[in-house]
C-alpha cells in the first residue's frame, strides 16, 4: 500500500530556532515530491523535489530529498510566529492508473512561540 | 487572475440530502482533482480529471460523483449524503503532467457539514 509518513505529528518550538520536518515515503510510480504549507486555509505551495541530493532553498526555508532512502527534510531556520502552520508532504505518482495524483502524508503541525 | 475557487464555502445538510460543490479555475490548467481533508487522516482524493470530458476515481470515491463538461469546471457531486461526508473539501488544479512537472494549485476549501 502507497503511504507518506510524516514526523513529528507536531511540534512546538521558540522563535529564532530551527527545526527539521521529516517525510519518508512508499509509493509505486514516483514522480516528484512535494511540500505545502497550510495555514488557515488552502494549501500553499512550497517546493517540488524531484532529483536526490538537490537542495532547493526559499529564504529561510530548504528541502532535499533522498530517492534512495526515500525520504525528504524540509528545513525552517530562524523561524518567526508567521510560520506556525501544517506543513504537509505530497508523492505524486504518474503511471500505473495514476496521473498527477498526490498522496499526502497527515502534516506536521508547528507553532512558533515568541 | 482569481486561481482556484471553490462554491459554497459554507454547508449544513440533513442526512440524504442532495448537493453539489463548485470548483472554477481560470489558469487553462488540464488536471482538475477533489480531495477531502479530515482530522488526522491529511488529504485523501476522491476524484480526478485529466482534461474535459474524462473523470477517473481516487482513492475514496465511494458516494461522490464528478463531471468536467468545461475545461474550467469540476463539479462534485453528493446524492445522499451521509455524516462520514463530513469534512472540508479541496479542489485542486494544475497544468498537467506530461513532460514537465508543475505543482498543483488548491482553492480555499469548502466546509460541509452532515447532521
Known amino acids: 500500500e502507497d503511504k507518506v509518513v510524516q514526523s513529528p505529528l507536531s511540534l512546538v518550538v521558540h522563535e529564532g530556532d530551527t527545526v527539521t520536518l521529516n517525510c519518508s515515503y512508499e509509493?509505486?510510480?514516483?514522480?516528484?515530491l512535494l511540500w505545502y504549507k497550510q495555514e488557515k486555509k488552502a494549501p500553499t505551495f512550497l517546493f517540488m523535489l524531484?532529483?536526490?541530493?538537490i537542495e532547493k532553498k526559499s529564504g529561510r526555508l530548504s528541502s532535499i530529498l533522498d530517492k534512495k532512502e526515500l525520504f525528504s527534510i524540509l528545513n525552517i531556520t530562524a523561524t518567526q510566529t508567521g510560520d506556525s502552520a501544517v506543513y504537509l508532504c505530497a508523492v505524486e505518482q504518474v503511471g500505473g492508473g495514476s496521473q498527477g495524483n498526490l498522496i499526502f502524508g497527515k502534516g506536521t503541525k508547528l507553532s512558533v512561540k515568541p | 487572475n482569481a486561481g482556484v475557487t471553490q462554491t459554497p464555502k459554507f454547508r449544513v445538510l440533513k442526512t440524504g440530502q442532495s448537493m453539489t460543490l463548485l470548483c472554477a479555475q481560470d489558469?487553462?490548467?488540464?488536471?482538475m482533482y477533489w480531495y477531502r481533508q479530515d482530522p488526522g487522516m491529511g488529504l485523501r482524493l476522491i476524484h480526478y480529471?485529466?482534461?474535459?470530458?474524462?473523470?477517473a476515481k481516487g482513492e475514496v470515491p465511494d458516494g461522490y460523483n464528478v463531471s468536467r463538461l468545461k475545461k474550467q469546471n469540476f463539479l462534485l457531486g453528493l446524492e445522499s449524503a451521509a455524516p462520514s461526508q463530513t469534512s472540508v473539501y479541496f479542489c485542486?488544479?494544475?497544468?498537467?503532467?506530461?513532460?514537465?512537472?508543475?505543482?498543483?494549485?488548491f482553492g480555499p476549501g469548502t466546509r460541509l457539514t452532515v447532521t
Open positions: 489558469m487553462n490548467h488540464e488536471y
Open positions: 524531484t532529483s536526490s541530493g
Open positions: 480529471s485529466v482534461g474535459e470530458g474524462t473523470t
Open positions: 485542486a488544479s494544475t497544468r498537467g503532467t506530461s513532460g514537465n512537472r508543475y505543482e498543483q494549485y
Open positions: 509509493v509505486t510510480n514516483f514522480r516528484s
